[in-house]
């Protein structure tokens, strides 16, 4: 018996081949209809025996294309109108309920067309197909039609209209595609915009060689790249970018080429050779002068664009076919964000003129625009791997929530900030926006808000912010909760730190956690960081927090580790030892007064501010040059001393459940032998007595599920040491997966908050 069906799909549909894919499957079972994208995803029109449409709706989520991501198939019959084939329709409209797939590196069919002489698209820098490419970083709204990409200016060539016009093709509606007689044009400036004679690409290798730095489009923005193995270009590129020791991204043509700059497993290099490409990092072998100074760890990636890839091909002598990429190649180039200043990413062609001036000794950019800014995403490989940044590749791939709620607009705090917008049972989390600290930032922010309310066509019922008044995000929040009458939320910055993992996981009961971080603003008003916080659906409980340190001149000390040194000396009731230990700082014996006095030094319970004594204390660090720095000296100080014991006296937790570390620093202040040693008993001390803390408080409340969160678990050392003595316990361990654990990740727990309130 011949019948119909209405099928719907929702999920990551659209831009990943979806309709040729159900035009494909329609055809090999003799079914008659059409199918075509909507707002809400996809929908088909299915005619024909009911064994060949439960087939079809069966193979939709078993067979579906690399890439789509089937959350919901819903059905409907039909009545059969007779349909004599099956087509694949213009698209239709409705609410939006689908949403755009992220940018993918160049797929492996486009590679064999990019490297072969007789065709087409031989060197193509634009070369894409249904399955790869820019996707998100094109597109103003949906459906993800030609018209709303930055595609849409460039007009098909009559090949390419066949390509796209033909269901068969790997190319049927890829929106990006095109081809050397109809695409966007490549084109090589000098610093001051003057157009520089010979092929782009080889020039530009010419100029790397030379000792250039050279500005480089990508997917969601420029570049900075020079050549790694030349050290006065890395020393000239950390001079002009004013980035004096934070490291720089290695790339090299494949992972057999990163040896022996790193170390490559299994699990790194599923990461590497991801669709996603993300910068991953890895543990360092050999030294190449000024990526890293001070790390284990080095950064690394491989090509993602068609152009970098050429870069590399031209390199090896533009070999015909494949072989070449699976072979050592020496080009070694450094890759770093184009963000000037603490400014974001640069995107534009005249921005990037502008911005870059003094900066790149040329560029190497193309009129195919940019709409959506969106950098690079960085992630440690590892037994579990873990976000520092979440950004191209994996933006704006939604989070599934355990049920659907009101929308919530959530909008992060003031540092490595996202934003969160919910709709239904997904959470779409925003690309890293950075920290937010002056206009141009102010700007991104805006503008990613507004974009993410327009492509999702969301309107919010709620708006999450932070609880600290001064961040621009939250003064954003307030105007725009006023505008649209709807309520505005403060969010505690721990509460969200634990209340994101809480999400991500689905865990809708009472959790018990850990936020340890550098800091945020406590619901007292007090600057906190080291945590162990309960939440419940009603909201959460300060349970313990560590014992606090003062703050000897404020914000300043997070960025002068010595200044915590001296704090936990004077702490200790050792304070004449300040002006003698910290001999080299014209300021200390004001500041061993200052401390005396009480005077302007708030107190914290960060814990990232205890990695700064200890960074101190041991001399590794006595300045920051960037966040964290001083932490990561000290964990690469540890690394290679792992079998080096706790100190089994160097921490005390109070009647008040409070974590007093000052004996864990006594015993830092007091050492003789190697900083190496030292760091790696602090790190094993503090992994266990944070577990033991945690412990006692879950054997307390009869809670067997904890999670951890905030910023100080990007340490390798801790989150492992911490993981493994509560699952050892019994106890079973929460941690970020689909973000970053630190201030990356607080837009979703803030929007999980307001879920709740909304709903209690």
Not at 234 to 259: C, D, G, I, T
Request: hydrophobic share 45%.
């Amino acid at each position: 018996m011949r019948t119909g069906r209405s099928i719907h799909i929702r999920g990551l549909v659209q831009g990943v081949g979806f309709r040729p894919f159900v035009w494909h499957l329609a055809r090999e079972l003799g079914l008659a209809g059409w199918v075509r994208n909507d707002a809400a995803g996809v929908h088909i029109l299915a005619e024909g025996p009911d064994a060949a449409l439960d087939a079809l709706i069966s193979r939709l989520q078993a067979e579906a294309p690399l890439g789509a991501r089937v959350d919901q198939i819903s059905t409907r019959v039909e009545p059969a109108t007779g349909h004599g084939d099956f087509r694949i329709v213009d698209s239709g409209g409705g609410a939006v309920q689908t949403v755009i797939g992220p940018d993918t590196a160049t797929c492996g069919d486009c590679l064999r067309e990019l490297f072969d002489p007789a065709d087409r698209r031989w060197r193509h820098p634009f070369i894409t197909c249904t399955h790869c490419g820019p996707r998100y970083s094109l597109t103003r709204r949906l459906p993800y039609d030609r018209a709303h990409t930055s595609m849409a200016g460039f007009a098909l060539c009559a090949d390419c209209t066949r390509e796209y016009t033909d269901p068969a093709d790997r190319r049927f509606h890829a929106e990006p595609i095109c081809c050397p007689a109809c695409g966007p044009r490549l084109g090589l400036l000098d610093g001051q915009g003057r157009a520089l004679a010979g092929d782009p690409i080889a020039v530009c290798l010419e100029r790397l060689r030379a000792g250039d730095i050279v500005a480089i489009k990508g997917l969601g923005g420029f570049h900075l790249a020079c050549d790694a193995r030349n050290g006065a270009a890395v020393a000239r590129l950390r001079l002009r970018k004013n980035r004096e020791q934070k490291p720089f991204a290695l790339m090299a043509a494949n992972a057999a080429s990163l040896v022996p700059w790193a170390q490559v497993d299994a699990s790194a290099l599923a990461l590497l050779e991801s669709p996603e490409r993300p910068v991953v990092l890895l543990p360092k072998g050999a030294e190449l002068e000024g990526l890293a100074p001070g790390l284990v760890e080095l950064g690394a990636m491989l090509p993602c664009t068609p152009i970098q890839f050429l870069l590399f091909h031209e390199a090896a002598g533009r070999p015909a076919g494949m072989d070449w990429l699976r072979q050592t190649q020496p080009l070694l180039l450094v890759m770093t964000s184009a963000n000037p200043g603490g400014e974001p990413l640069v995107i534009d062609n005249q921005e990037a003129l502008a911005c870059l001036q003094g900066i790149a000794d040329a560029l190497l950019l193309h009129d195919r625009d940019i709409l959506v800014r969106c950098d690079d995403s960085v992630l440690r490989a590892g037994r579990t791997p873990a976000f520092i940044r979440r950004a191209r590749g994996y933006t704006p791939s939604a989070i599934r929530l355990p049920r659907a709620g009101p929308s919530v607009l959530a909008l992060g705090g003031g540092l490595k900030n996202t934003v969160c917008l919910t709709r239904g049972d997904e959470a779409f989390v925003s690309q890293h926006l950075g920290d937010q600290e002056n206009v141009a930032s102010y700007d991104f922010f805006e503008q990613t808000v507004a974009h993410l309310l327009s492509i999702l066509e969301v309107e919010p019922a709620i708006v999450a912010h932070d609880l600290h008044p001064d961040f621009h995000a939250t003064r954003y929040a307030l105007d725009f909760a006023a505008q649209r009458g709807i309520p505005a939320l403060a969010v505690q910055h721990h509460q969200a730190h634990l209340a994101a993992i809480a999400a991500e996981h689905g865990h809708e009961g009472p959790l018990l956690g850990l936020a340890l971080d550098g800091m945020g603003l406590g619901s007292d008003g007090q600057a906190w960081g080291g945590e162990l916080l309960l939440l419940e659906v009603a909201g959460f409980s300060r349970l313990g927090h560590l014992e606090t340190l003062p703050l000897p001149g404020g914000d300043r000390a997070a960025r002068e580790p010595w200044r915590l040194g001296a704090a936990a000396l004077h702490r200790l009731g050792r304070g004449d030892e300040i002006p003698r230990r910290f001999a080299d700082r014209p300021l200390a014996p004001a500041l061993a007064a200052l401390l005396q006095q009480g005077r302007h030094c708030p107190e914290t319970s960060s814990l990232g501010r205890v990695f700064d004594a200890a960074a101190a204390l041991l001399g590794v660090a006595l300045e920051s040059n960037f966040e964290g720095q001083a932490a990561m000296l000290l964990e690469a100080r540890a690394v290679g001393h792992g079998d080096a014991p706790a100190w089994d006296d160097a921490w005390h937790i109070t009647t008040e459940r409070k974590l007093d570390l000052l004996p864990l620093l006594a015993r830092l202040a007091d050492w003789t032998g190697t900083s190496g040693e030292a760091a790696a008993r602090f790190h094993a001390s503090l992994g266990a007595a944070l577990a033991q803390w945690l412990l006692g408080a879950a054997q307390e409340r009869g809670l067997s599920v904890v999670a951890l969160g905030g910023g100080c678990l990007l340490n390798r050392i801790l989150a492992l040491n911490l993981v493994d003595s509560l699952e050892n316990a019994g106890l079973t361990v929460l941690r970020a997966r689909q973000l970053p654990p630190g201030d990356g990740g607080i837009s979703l727990g803030q929007a999980w908050v307001a879920r709740q309130k909304m709903e209690y």
